[in-house]
């Protein structure tokens, strides 16, 4: 993805990088029935999507909405770790609106 510049929150810019990505997504599944042969297509369909997205510069908020787009789909745990980094969740109210979300779709 040469040439992928993200935009921080803060308007930082600094080039994709893959493995970076790769090290948030293995964080999130720490200690979860997860292979790292799933972990790596995980992040290859995130890579993908972006270059789908054919831009030159993609929000880091872009980025971090596509990985929990798909550790939704991977794991609840993993995804609500991802989550509450990513999301900086600022009490235990805005985590448990978040968990209450998931279960109310496993309830459907």
Sequence with gaps: MAGLIVVKKDGKREPFDRNKLRLGVIK?????????????????????????????EIKSSTVGELVMK??????????????????DFADLTSFKKEVEKLLEKKGK
């Design 70 to 87: 798909k550790l939704k789909k991977v794991d609840k745990v993993a995804y609500i770790r991802f989550a509450s980094v990513y999301r």
């Design 28 to 56: 999130a599944c720490e200690k979860r029935p997860i292979s790292i042969e799933r972990i790596d297509a995980l992040v290859s369909e995130i890579e993908a999507e972006i270059m789908n997205l054919e831009k030159t």
